[in-house]
């Protein structure tokens, strides 16, 4: 696969890369621990670059559904173990290597860039419905929609996911917090390339829908100001935007703290949720068509 290198820089004050983002929007790495509070002076710059996940990514990706999923009842090892085996379509989020090895790199050669950043790719749903990690994931999302929904997004849900009728792929869009948006675009129009170029090989990449989870934060009102909502990766307000259907719930009982990424000591904590939409498949190029023009507006401004 050819790199998708994005030089991005992790800074507090860089609004143009996180499309003028709120300073506080973001989430610990892992929904459960992280010792380090964020001061409001550090920043570095990283150059970034997608690159086919391979076994020795395993655990990485582990770490990133685990944040997304946090302490739910699936099997993240088995679902990450279908992201891996599908390494033509979808990308895990690097450190880039030197210019030098880019080139000539041997894909069988050891990875020497270990930790996995990130990772976006889409799993066909309906094709892996026999495997015990996507039965535990639609159980829990009929859970959650059962008890959440309402009645005509719960039908929307089941038509697209139990009629038998409609191809769903789970569309994952996930890194460490404090990455900016900007790394989000290469990655997913690799995604679609890739998918097209599944689809004519007779791959089954064809979907009706796409179906995403989002990480966001509430911040209660108080007082004359109103409630507050934090995305963790801001992209995705995009997405929710243009989306055919959703539905929240809160993991507050699942997680040890609730502050968001780039936070301060003076920071209150916010209330963590999950927000799961429903997407019709042929949106996915104009949304992320309209998120790199955001950003690209944001850098030039």
């Known amino acids: 696969m050819t790199s998708k290198k994005s030089k991005v820089q992790s800074h507090e004050e860089d609004d143009a890369e996180q499309m003028e983002a709120k300073t506080d929007s973001g989430e610990d790495s892992s929904d459960d621990e992280n010792p380090d509070i964020y001061k409001g002076d550090e920043g570095i710059t990283v150059d970034f670059e997608g690159r086919n996940p391979i076994d020795s990514d395993l655990d990485g990706i582990k770490q990133m559904l685990g ?15 279908l992201i891996i085996g599908q390494n033509y379509v ?9 210019d030098d090895d880019d080139e000539e ?19 066909n749903l309906a094709n892996k419905q ?30 697209a996911l139990q009629s038998g009728t409609k191809s769903t792929a789970l569309l994952l869009n996930e890194r460490f917090v404090n990455i900016p948006a900007a790394v989000c675009v290469p990655m997913f129009e690799n995604l679609m390339v890739e998918m097209d170029r599944a689809r004519l090989k007779g791959m089954p ?27 963790s990766n801001d992209e995705e307000e995009y997405f929710i935007k243009d989306s055919l259907a959703s539905f929240d719930y809160s ?49 030039s401004n």
């Open 205 to 231: 990449y064809k979907f009706d829908y796409f179906l995403m989870f989002v990480k966001y934060y509430q911040k209660a009102a108080t007082g004359a100001k109103a409630a507050e909502v934090l995305y």
């Open 130 to 159: 026999d495997q015990p990690c996507v039965k535990q994931l639609q159980k829990m999302i009929f859970e959650k929609a059962e008890k959440y929904a309402t009645d005509s997004v719960l039908k929307l849900f089941r038509e």
């Open 251 to 299: 993991v507050q009982k699942e997680t040890t703290t609730a502050l968001a990424g780039n936070w301060l000591e003076e920071d209150e904590e916010l209330q963590p949720f999950r927000k799961v939409l429903l997407i019709e498949a042929n949106k996915l190029p104009d949304i992320v068509g309209t998120v790199k023009s955001l950003i690209a507006g944001a850098v």
């Open 90 to 98: 979808g990308s895990v989020l690097k450190q880039a290597y030197t």
């Open 67 to 81: 944040q997304l999923f946090v302490k739910a009842h699936i099997d993240l090892n088995e679902l990450s173990g």
């Open 105 to 123: 790199e041997d894909e069988d050669m050891e990875d020497p860039c270990q930790i996995v950043f990130g990772v976006t790719t889409a799993i």
